[in-house]
């Protein structure tokens, strides 16, 4: 059983994983400001939805891997995809 939760995890982390780039990509060729806005909150939900699938790893020890970089790298992703959202945000309404 412990093969078949850590393919589901693995599986979960690589959706949500590349979701976070994909979207970027898109809002970069978003056609207005609010378009781009959009994909950049989907980005940033892709990233807290791939944290919670980190921590979930790392909380279940079902695999022998060091997660606290990794979680480290999402929070800063995290932390930046908000800062451009809210910038962008900020920027339409005034």
């Known amino acids: 059983m412990k ?21 970027v990509e898109e809002a970069m060729a978003g056609f207005s400001k609010r378009d781009f806005i959009h994909k950049m909150s989907i980005s940033s939900k892709e990233a807290r939805e791939t944290k919670y699938w980190l921590r979930l790893i790392q909380h279940s020890q079902i695999v022998d891997v060091e997660i606290s970089s990794m979680l480290a790298q999402v929070e800063e992703l995290i932390r930046i995809l908000t800062s451009i959202v809210k910038t962008s945000q900020d920027s339409i309404q005034n």
């Open 3 to 23: 093969a078949q939760n850590e393919y589901v995890l693995s599986k979960q982390i690589l959706r949500s994983g590349t979701s976070i780039g994909a979207n």
